[in-house]
């Protein structure tokens, strides 16, 4: 079954400090993986998927196909990074139709 | 100017009956999705239109009906509302089926049914 798990609902790291959301997902082929991000009062958006392989505000993620993980770190949490973030894979078994995880609202303390 | 927007913004009403949303997109994108997201904040995709023809028609009561007038347009009529059906709905677009990477979102309209 096609599945993205994030196992916490809430984060809370005080600023500066390591932030690592976790996602695990179940899937039989070869997914794309997503992380959206929806601070507050604004609408839903993409933060960064797998194949760009790129850095967005200081986040990275990796695809761990051996764990079946794509968690979602930065090393050093700042107050705007306080938001719900949502783990999403697509694939040819989904029909290219996003599959979400339940979210993980991050809460950066100063 | 925004992209993807969404009316109303919240929307309170009785149980049985009948209620719209729309949805207008100004970026030229072809393909327009009703999301529901849940108490529980999951998102699940209810249906997709590509220029007007519905392509994604998942698990959903027969009570909710999309419509899409053109490829900039897509609503969302639901009837007889049930106290279940109370969520956060999310219109999105994207330039192609498939083009997740630019996926974008509306800001969502919450639905809270008495």
């Known amino acids: 079954a096609q599945r993205v798990t994030q196992p916490e609902k809430l984060l809370s790291v005080f600023k500066g400090a390591p932030v690592e959301l976790k996602c695990n997902y179940s899937y039989s082929g070869s997914p794309e993986l997503f992380w959206y991000v929806q601070y507050s009062r604004q609408r839903l958006q993409l933060l960064l998927r797998?194949?760009?392989?790129?850095s967005i505000k200081g986040f990275t993620a990796d695809l761990n196909k051996g764990e079946t993980s794509f968690h979602l770190k930065k090393p050093f949490a700042q107050e705007e990074d306080s938001a719900m973030y949502y783990c999403?894979?697509?694939?040819?078994?989904?029909?290219?139709?996003?599959?979400w995880g339940a979210g993980t609202k991050l809460i950066i303390k100063p | 100017d925004t992209a993807v927007s969404q009316t109303p913004k919240y929307l309170v009403t009785q149980m049985g009956n009948d209620k719209s949303i729309k949805c207008e997109q100004n970026l030229g994108h072809d393909t327009m999705y009703w999301y529901k997201q849940d108490s529980k904040k999951f998102l699940k995709i209810m249906f997709s239109?590509?220029?007007?023809?519905?392509?994604i028609n998942e698990t959903v009561p027969n009570r909710f009906s999309p419509k899409s007038p053109d490829k900039a347009h897509l609503n969302l009529h639901i009837n007889s509302l049930e106290l279940g059906d109370s969520a956060v709905y999310f219109c999105?677009?994207?330039?192609?089926?498939?083009?997740?990477?630019?996926?974008?979102f509306g800001s969502g309209t919450q639905l809270s049914v008495l």
């Open positions: 999105a677009s994207s330039p192609s089926a498939g083009l997740l990477e630019k996926l974008f």
């Open positions: 999403a894979l697509s694939g040819r078994d989904s029909n290219y139709q996003l599959i």
């Open positions: 239109y590509n220029n007007k023809e519905l392509i």
């Open positions: 797998h194949i760009s392989r790129e």
